[in-house]
């Protein structure tokens, strides 16, 4: 498990926990985040977790990504099988969604809580799917457990995961598939005007009810631009409003 944290030093701190893009990993969600954090009025505590699979090769990374860093280790939350000229998945494996869903619930209870999730591409989709999860009660969650309150989510791709997802929780108690009841912890959700899988952010809005959209003009990436940074400093001052 590796982690790494950056914190500001204004105002009142807010813990949240990152799940890089898939095919990615922590230091590059450092990276990727370093502009928009560094522009907020906010005491921001950045928690970087890397996903448990590895990149064994035969896994879709994209090409700008293996270019832009060359000697690095890439991961994913769970394995995903990729039309790699779509660049769409096409398979999901509920034995591997409950492996990096239990990931993040182990790692969460290792800690102090956080306040929120933040997360993108497939770190935004398993984001999703661990809160509803806990909506549901599909998860082993011991007493006393504080669950995020909030999730910012940059470009989550809904192609129909919830039903392997559902899958990989069974649940005889709560046997509806997840997201029968959209998720009702408040969401930011941003999505790229020129992203390739903008319609599949777009349809993962309809899995959150309690929800705000920030649009930005360019395409699959967590971008440096100012309306977005807007959006987050006014979801994240309403939402540490009700820390506590």
């Known amino acids: ?20 893009g898939g095919g990615t990993n922590s230091k590059i969600f450092d990276f990727q ?4 954090v560094n522009s907020l009025d906010r005491d921001i505590e950045l928690i970087f977790l890397d996903g448990p699979v590895v990149d064994d090769g035969t896994m879709y990374v994209d090409p700008t990504v293996r270019r832009a860093f060359p000697d690095s280790e890439f991961r994913f939350w769970f394995r995903v099988e990729v039309d790699k000229i779509a660049r769409k998945p096409t398979r999901y494996f509920p034995e591997d969604i409950r492996t990096g869903v239990s990931y ?4 969460l209870k290792s800690v102090p809580p956080v306040d929120g999730l933040i997360g993108f591409s497939q770190g935004a989709n398993a984001a999703l799917m661990f809160l509803a999860l806990v909506e549901m009660h599909r998860l082993p ?16 791709t809904y192609f129909g995961w919830a039903d392997a997802a559902t899958q990989a929780f069974p649940s005889t108690k709560c046997p509806s598939p997840l997201f029968t009841k959209p998720l009702s912890t408040p ?5 790229g005007e020129a992203d390739h899988t903008r319609e599949y952010s777009e349809n993962a809005t309809t899995l959150c009810s309690s929800r705000q959209i920030a649009y930005h003009p360019k395409g699959h990436q967590v971008p440096k631009d100012n309306g977005v940074c807007e959006a987050l400093q006014v979801f994240l001052d309403e939402h540490s409003a009700t820390k506590g």
């Open 1 to 20: 498990m590796s982690l790494s944290t950056f914190i500001r030093s204004r105002g009142e701190k807010i813990r949240l926990l990152a799940l890089h």
């Open 187 to 191: 969401a930011l959700i941003i999505i």
């Open 33 to 36: 985040l370093r502009s928009i």
């Open 104 to 107: 993040i619930l182990d790692y």
């Open 141 to 156: 969650i011991p007493p006393g457990f504080l669950a995020p309150r909030f999730v910012v989510l940059f470009s989550p």
